[in-house]
Nanobody, 131 residues
Framework: QVQLVESGGGSVQAGGSLRVSCAAS????????MGWFRQVPGKEREGVAAIYPGDGSTRYAYSLKGRFTISQDNAKNTVYLQINSLKPEDTAMYYC????????????????????????WGQGTQVTVSS
């Protein structure tokens, strides 16, 4: 079992930055890929970024690449999502997930950005961006 606890969400003005954190505990072997997703009411959960802690490989949603950075601190069992140049459309509940099996591309471990690939989820942290 893996437990995930997100933190760091809040209300910020457009153009600002925010870093949300995901602290993981439990089975290390079960974590595999770790990802960040976001969801607004009435819409499907959207993959933002993922990381494979084993080798640090990262993957980003194409439309979001550039403003979002996923990183990890293995000593703290924590994954971070840095969001810069925040826009009102970034307003959402941000969820951390773990458990997807990475696919080896030949040069890097690729982690899925599809929610159904992940077994473990945190409770989410709300990010609200005002214009």
């Amino acid at each position: 079992q893996v437990q995930l606890v997100e933190s760091g969400g809040g209300s910020v003005q457009a153009g600002g930055s925010l870093r949300v954190s995901c602290a993981a505990s439990g089975s290390t072997a079960s974590r595999r890929c770790m990802g960040w997703f976001r969801q607004v009411p009435g819409k499907e959960r959207e993959g933002v970024a993922a990381i494979y802690p084993g080798d640090g490989s990262t993957r980003y949603a194409y439309s979001l690449k550039g403003r979002f950075t996923i990183s990890q601190d293995n000593a703290k069992n924590t994954v971070y999502l840095q969001i810069n140049s925040l826009k009102p459309e970034d307003t959402a509940m941000y969820y951390c997930a773990a458990g997807a099996v990475p696919v080896w591309s030949g040069s890097a471990s690729l982690c899925s950005l599809f929610p159904h690939s992940y077994n473990y989820w945190g409770q989410g942290t709300q990010v609200t961006v005002s214009s």
